[in-house]
């Protein structure tokens, strides 16, 4: 049965006293901690308080851990250990790399290119330095969610200094044409950064394929730790860092490293090498297949929003005419299925997905949709108990559900 993240809420009991199944399916938003990876960072949580930045015996294990989870890193996305420098997550990398990047290149020019559909770090970064003087240009995407990379060519001007476009859409799973994109960029000699954070670990992520400048990761979406992160930086790109202080991270990232999480980041991408090359992403895309297949014949006119092929294995999204996303996730949660919406109302803000907005979806459209996100350990027996939970809600909650358009 799918492992459950640590934060998962208590198992709800059935009138019979028998518990439900639970499926958790939002793996897109974060990922259970694998027990080796737990296993491995205990020690540093417990025996170990060493700071790697000292020089005795328990700051050179610590320093000695760091380092070695550094290695485990860099080899999953095939670059050396000096290119990696550690930050407190996927939302910080994209920021040291955006902004390190801007400021140090200022005086060469003041302009961003950024696609409709990147994650909210990107976007935020990209209009925080607005009040820099910087300027950003959005190129839209195709009803698929893919950017066109000659749309992204000509979007450069004399004054850009990065272009930042995601590998993988977070909502969709669309997969970007990152390595034509880089070269296009390359050609006008302009630096490239990639936001991977919901490719690696589901898909290969070499960046001497994509050719990227900057490249960033974070490790709770790969069955490692929350709040630890990575950007990859090629030799030769100067940043301006973000956090000034001591010279940790090459000097980049100032503060005494989260060791316990470093070494569960190293850990996790550890295990990732050793699934992708098992092939067991292929069959989390069969159980996708089957999930979608099923969902759409089950609730007339339901279809998958943007591409169906060159997407993550793991993603699927839908829109289900006339049913409100969010009264899904809460009715399927009463069954113990775990998703998410194509709607923000539940963090309080009206507005549905600019992701789905951006492949061309209506309001309404995006408030209808769902995404489920599979995970490595999701079974045969959990899709069909997701499928049979769909059906019981439809049938029994339809009126309650019925799409209203948020206040």
Known sequence: MTQQPPHEKPMK??????????????????????????????????????????IHTQGSDARTAVEAARRMVAASINCTARRIVFTGGGSEADNLAIKGAAIALSSKGKHLVTSAVEHPAVLGACQGLQELGFQTSIVPVRSDGRVDPQAVRDALRPDTVLVTIMLANNELGSIQD??????????????????????????????EQLGVDLLSVSAHKLYGPKGIGT????????????????????????????????????????????????????????????????????IPGTRTNGCTTNRTPNTTNLHVPGLRGESLVLALDRHG????????????????????????????????SIRLSLGIDT???DIDYVVEAFQRVVKESRNSIQFVGCR
Do not use: W
């Not at 006008?188 to 991977?196: K, P, R, Y």
């Not at 999480?261 to 992403?281: D, H, P, Q, T, W």
């Not at 907005?357 to 209808?368: M, P, Q, R, T, V």
């Open 231 to 298: 950007l990859y930086i090629r030799k030769g790109v100067q940043l301006s860092p973000l956090i000034q202080g001591g010279g940790q991270e090459h000097g980049l990232r100032a503060g005494t490293e989260n060791v316990a999480g470093i070494v569960g980041f190293g850990k996790a991408c550890e295990i990732l090498r050793k699934r992708l090359n098992s092939g067991a992403m292929g069959q989390v895309a069969a159980l996708r297949d089957q999930l979608e297949h099923n969902l759409c014949n089950l």
């Open 178 to 207: 990152l390595h034509e994109i880089t070269e296009l960029c390359h050609q006008q000699g302009v630096l490239v950064h990639t936001d991977a954070v919901q490719a690696l670990g589901k898909i290969d992520v070499d960046v």
């Open 337 to 368: 299925v775990y998703f998410s919406s194509g709607s923000a109302c539940k963090s309080g803000n009206p507005d549905p997905s600019h992701v789905l907005k951006a492949i061309g979806l209506s309001d309404e459209e995006a408030h209808c």
């Open 379 to 381: 079974t045969q027996e």
């Open 13 to 54: 009991t059935k009138a019979s006293g028998k518990p439900p199944r639970q499926v958790y399916l939002d793996h897109n938003a974060s990922t259970p901690v694998h027990p080796d990876v737990l296993n491995s960072m205990l020690p540093f949580l417990q025996d170990s308080g060493g700071n790697p930045s000292s």
